[in-house]
T-cell receptor
Framework: TQLLEQSPQFLSIQEGENLTVYCNSS?????LQWYRQEPGEGPVLLVT?????EVKKLKRLTFQFGDARKDSSLHITAAQPGDTGLYLC????????????FGKGTRLSVIA | DAGITQSPRHKVTETGTPVTLRCHQT?????MYWYRQDPGHGLRLIHY???????DKGEVSDGYSVSRSKTEDFLLTLESATSSQTSVYFC???????????FGSGTRLTVV
């Protein structure tokens, strides 16, 4: 069974601080995705990384896929209250169109 | 146009009664999924479909059945609801796991 471990589980920071969320596995994935979920809504796809070592930026969010395609990180610069939410990582297994493997999420609270 | 809609958004039902949740898509995506989300457990896959009348079990399929008679509709049925099935249920669609999912807004089900 493939697992994705996310850390930390909870994070509470002040507005303007930087933070990094990690997503780790012992398995190789064909892609790694990050989602953000707000209360009462479904997760929304933020980014997909496919190539080992790939870095993608989305405004103040930077996503990196590990060289071995087993791990990923999400870095937020100068966090804002609007960044508050549940961040989920998900890996697409190598074996065909098997469903995604999800981490349990990191709940981020940014305090103004 | 949301592309994916779930109904109902909220439901309260009594133990032992059958319940059907509906997921409808307008994207013509091949893959459809049902997840439940519970505190401490994250998203857990119940069942998924890879085509009309083609379905497979996920990690928490006991007590649930699904049907997909048309590309656009994926139904989740709780044959005899139990309190342990109180949860938030999400439907998702995809072209291919590699590129990520689009989630619905969820159905909050309470079994009393």
């Amino acid at each position: 069974t493939q697992l994705l471990e996310q850390s930390p589980q909870f994070l509470s920071i002040q507005e303007g601080e930087n933070l990094t969320v990690y997503c780790n596995s012992s398995s190789v994935f064909s892609s790694l995705q990050w989602y953000r979920q707000e209360p009462g809504e479904g997760p929304v796809l933020l980014v997909t990384v496919v190539t080992g070592g790939e870095v993608k930026k989305l405004k103040r969010l930077t996503f990196q896929f590990g060289d071995a395609r087993k791990d990923s990180s999400l870095h937020i610069t100068a966090a804002q209250p609007g960044d508050t939410g549940l961040y989920l990582c998900a890996g697409a297994p190598l074996s065909g169109n098997t469903p995604l493997v999800f981490g349990k999420g990191t709940r981020l609270s940014v305090i103004a | 146009d949301a592309g994916i809609t779930q109904s109902p958004r909220h439901k309260v039902t009594e133990t032992g009664t059958p319940v059907t949740l509906r997921c409808h898509q307008t994207e013509n995506h091949r893959y459809m999924y049902w997840y439940r989300q519970d505190p401490g457990h994250g998203l857990r896959l119940i069942h998924y479909s890879y085509g009309v009348k083609d379905t497979d079990k996920g990690e928490v399929s006991d007590g649930y059945s699904v049907s997909r008679s048309k590309t656009e509709d994926f139904l989740l049925t709780l044959e005899s609801a139990t309190s342990s099935q109180t949860s938030v249920y999400f439907c998702a669609i995809s072209v291919q796991s590699l590129y990520g999912y689009t989630f619905g807004s969820g159905t909050r089900l309470t079994v009393v």
